[in-house]
């Protein structure tokens, strides 16, 4: 069950401002995680044709990755607490 909004903590920013973020000055991202901003991170991979999570932040580093295919429904834990689809993925890789 997934958790209402109202229970679920805030974001630091939304996604779009951390993309943002991230092309403008990928060190400062680096920053905003040591901060403990960034608690969990989904990154796809056209290249493997998977979808990496990387969640549990501690001294600098993400202390639970894992890796899914695309097609397979992908659990990010909280304070996001949501599941992906990733099915549509595999429409965006040759």
Known sequence: MTP????RPQPQMS???FEELERRAPEMVRLEFLNGKVQVK???????????????????????????????????PDPVGITLETEKLKDYVD
Not at 4 to 7: L, N, Y
Not at 46 to 66: I, K, L, M, N, Q
């Open 15 to 17: 996604i779009e401002e």
């Open 42 to 76: 989904a990154v796809p991979d056209g290249e493997t044709c998977s979808v990496t999570v990387h969640a549990e932040p501690e001294d600098g580093v993400y202390r639970a990755v894992t890796t899914r295919p695309f097609g397979a429904v992908v659990e990010l």
């Open 4 to 7: 209402r909004t109202a229970d």
